[in-house]
């Protein structure tokens, strides 16, 4: 991968380099330096790539799903007895609890690899991780096509630009295509539809600012906003949408996505302004019966307390915030009710909650 080459311009159904094979194991771009710096790192044993994923230089509910396979079919290369397959599982499984795209992804691997001889299981790891990551830049592109009559109906509405708000990071970065949230922008930009996108800032990890990098790469108009700043912006009608992506989404429709999405669809649902999920099948847990059963990722405080950004030299630091000692708590992540959700844009198109189970559980993903 040429990193000069980047940003990436987004492409409905083309890879993104976010992963990608490399001669003994795999790259990944390092979104933990990104928007200051552009790197790429060489992964090539299972423990580096579930560092990587742990401490999220790759992020993303679909994306470390994709990267988890990478690591298996690494692990498999290595040692491709059962005792290595289970292990690698277990391990990778280890590194984040919420996206079930993770576990979803490990689940595909271990189903396709325990019944070959060990033999076989080196080269159907690395076809069945590539199979996951193409797979995946596919259902981005159609989680963008059903989005865009959403944008393009509300552009019409009001007669100019339709004014989309987005939390965290749901782009390209965070997938293997073109983003789950950002997946109807796109294509709604490429097909027409005049887009204005409030990007909202996302502490403690500033997700928002990858955001704004992409957009900003892409030429889509869009505007930074602090997270406090969404419910004055939703309140007074500056936002006619939100769109936001998902790392699980129980069987009743209720959505774990970056924490303050909650407060977000709260604002939208008192302002009366749609609140979207978009999301592909991958991150649907049909047997996690409701919110209160998806397993919720503490952080720790060191993300609380620090801030990273360029310093008066123009390099990369971080900062402390809050003093040492100061008691604090990092959920990553909250429970957007169903009954707050007005439509999940999927791969199958835009479905109410009721439909979720019926259109996914009775065909297989
Ligand atoms: O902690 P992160 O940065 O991995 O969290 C990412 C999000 O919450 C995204 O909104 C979600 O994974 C959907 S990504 C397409």
Not at 56 to 79: H, N, S
Request: charged share 20%; glycine share 10%; proline share 6%.
């Amino acid at each position: 991968m040429d990193v000069a080459s980047l940003p990436w311009v987004p492409v409905a159904g083309c890879r993104a380099p976010t992963v990608w094979r490399e001669h003994d194991g795999i790259g990944v771009l390092d979104q933990t330096l990104l928007p200051y710096e552009r790197a790429t790192r060489h992964l090539s044993s299972v423990d580096q790539v579930a560092e990587a994923i742990g401490v999220m230089r790759v992020r993303g509910a679909p994306l470390i799903g994709a990267t988890a396979a990478y690591g298996v079919a690494i692990a498999m290369t290595v040692d491709a007895g059962d005792a290595a397959l289970d292990a690698a599982v277990v391990l990778l499984g280890g590194t984040r609890p919420t996206a079930v795209n993770l576990h979803w992804a490990l689940e595909r691997m271990a189903g396709r690899l325990r019944p070959l001889p060990a033999a076989d299981r080196p080269a159907v790891a690395w076809a069945e991780a590539e199979a996951i990551a193409d797979d995946d830049a596919a259902l981005c592109a159609a989680i963008g096509r059903h989005g865009v009559p959403v944008l393009r109906r509300l552009a019409e509405q009001r007669g100019g630009p339709v004014r989309v708000l987005t939390h965290c990071n749901a782009g390209w970065l965070a997938t293997c295509g073109i983003g789950t949230a950002l997946a109807p922008v796109f294509t709604a930009v490429a097909d027409g539809v005049p887009v204005e996108v409030v990007v909202s800032e996302t502490r403690p990890r500033n997700q928002g600012l990858l955001t704004a990098w992409e957009l900003r790469e892409a030429g889509v108009p869009h505007t930074l906003v602090a997270d406090n700043a969404a419910g004055f912006l939703l309140a007074t009608g500056a936002v006619d949408v939100v769109i936001t992506g998902a790392d699980r989404i129980a069987a009743n429709g209720d959505a774990a996505n970056k924490v303050g999405t909650y407060l977000k669809a709260l604002a939208a649902h008192a302002a009366g302004v749609p609140f979207h999920v978009a999301a592909p099948s991958s991150t649907l847990d049909l047997a996690c019966p409701d919110g209160a059963a998806i397993p919720i990722e503490d952080r720790g405080q060191d993300e609380v307390c620090t801030v990273r950004g360029l310093d008066a030299t123009g390099r990369v630091a971080e900062v402390r915030l809050a003093p040492a000692g100061t008691r604090t708590a990092n959920p990553a992540f909250d429970v957007t009710p169903a009954h707050l959700v007005s439509g999940y844009i999927t791969e199958r198109g835009v479905l109410g909650a009721a439909a979720l189970a019926d259109v996914f559980g009775r065909s297989g993903r």
